[in-house]
């Protein structure tokens, strides 16, 4: 027996970010999260289940993978083949059209297209909760790129009441992501590791304890598109999650001398009167978050800086997606 699908998701960057879990095998996370899916970067990916397979195979990016990656996509399959009551082994073919470990989140949308795809292969019809609960097996932030547009993850508790739903859609608000690469080489310190150094931080109480009230500010400033509030909520939530890290036991430092370089260069910019702020995930590479209107004038801005080696443009991007044999592409 074969039994293929595809599935495409975006990748998500969060204003409300996501660090550490009270629960690490299911990554139930230690605080509820806020996103936006990127449109323009994708991850593809094919699940063919086959009776023939001995054991589970993933392909990324052309080249075949075990370790830790297999491990994590056999997670996911696992649960899916609990829910369809059958044993049979996949392989698994992803890709992506953006660079692998740079702090843009790739897991995100490969483990959302992995849940998407591996669910319609099997015939399953979940909802969009499920999904998203499925996603967030293989990668925390994942659960957010099930959904379309600005997404919220509840944090919850247990399997079933942490999962990711879409609070406004992609046109609510024209709002742009600058994501400024200053190192497409992999992260040294995985997420999934940093998660569980997020406890050693005498810092992470402090931060956790304050999320909801962070994620209220950033929902009231997204809904009423108040870029003012927004930018001092999403940058305060970013600089919170990196001392976290930089106090954990042992620390994280994912800046580079040119993540200081920018956040130095946004400040100015804003008190010269540009509608412009930063978020930074984990890796050095800066988001630089501006309303359309002054897209342009960022942009041209952000070109005339030095220490940078590309920008990628983001808008707004809708929910995971099932592709048709003929553009799946993998
Ligand atoms: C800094 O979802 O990549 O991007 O669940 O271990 O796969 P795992 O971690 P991951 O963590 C994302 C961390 C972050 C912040 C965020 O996206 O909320």
């Known amino acids: 027996m074969i039994s293929t699908a595809a599935a495409a998701a975006h990748p998500n960057i969060a204003f409300i970010k996501y660090w550490g879990n009270q629960d690490h095998t299911l990554r139930i996370p230690a605080n509820s999260s806020l996103s936006m899916n990127l449109d323009g970067l994708e991850t593809r990916t094919t699940v063919q289940f086959d009776t023939s397979l001995a054991a ?5 990016n052309g080249e075949p993978r075990e370790g830790d990656a297999l491990a994590r996509v056999t997670a996911t399959l696992d649960q899916l083949r609990r829910l369809a009551e ?32 591996g669910a319609t292969a099997l015939g399953l019809c979940l909802s969009e909760p499920e999904l998203s609960q499925l996603a967030r097996i293989g990668s ?4 957010r790129s099930i959904p379309g547009g600005f997404v919220e993850w509840q944090a919850g508790t247990d399997h079933e009441s942490s999962f990711a739903t879409s609070i406004a859609g ?24 940093g998660h569980q150094l997020a406890d050693t931080s005498p810092l992470q109480g402090a931060r956790v304890a304050d999320a909801d009230r962070r994620l209220d500010l950033c929902r009231k400033a997204l809904l009423e598109r108040d870029f003012s509030l927004f930018g001092e909520i999403v940058e305060l939530d970013s600089t919170l999650m990196h001392s976290v890290m930089m106090t954990s036991t042992p620390p994280l430092y994912y800046w580079a001398p040119g ?5 130095t260069a946004v400040q100015e910019w804003r008190e010269e009167g540009v509608q412009v702020c930063f978020t930074i995930d ?12 002054e897209a342009e004038a960022v942009k041209r801005r952000l070109t005339s800086l ?7 443009k983001c808008t707004p991007g809708g929910p995971a997606w099932v592709l048709g044999p003929e553009t799946s592409g993998v």
């Open 86 to 117: 059958l044993e049979t082994s996949a392989l698994v073919k992803s890709e992506n059209s953006f660079p692998t470990g740079t702090g843009i989140a790739s897991s995100a949308s490969a483990f959302a297209a992995l849940a998407l795809a």
């Open 282 to 293: 984990a890796g050095p590479n800066v988001h630089v978050l501006c309303p359309g209107t």
């Open 56 to 60: 589970d195979q993933l392909i990324l």
């Open 306 to 312: 030095v220490n940078i080696k590309s920008i990628l």
């Open 259 to 263: 993540t200081l370089e920018i956040i």
């Open 170 to 193: 992609t046109d609510y608000w024209d709002l742009v992501d600058f994501i400024v690469l200053i190192s497409s080489q992999h992260k040294a310190v995985s997420s999934s590791q």
């Open 140 to 143: 925390g932030s994942a659960s």
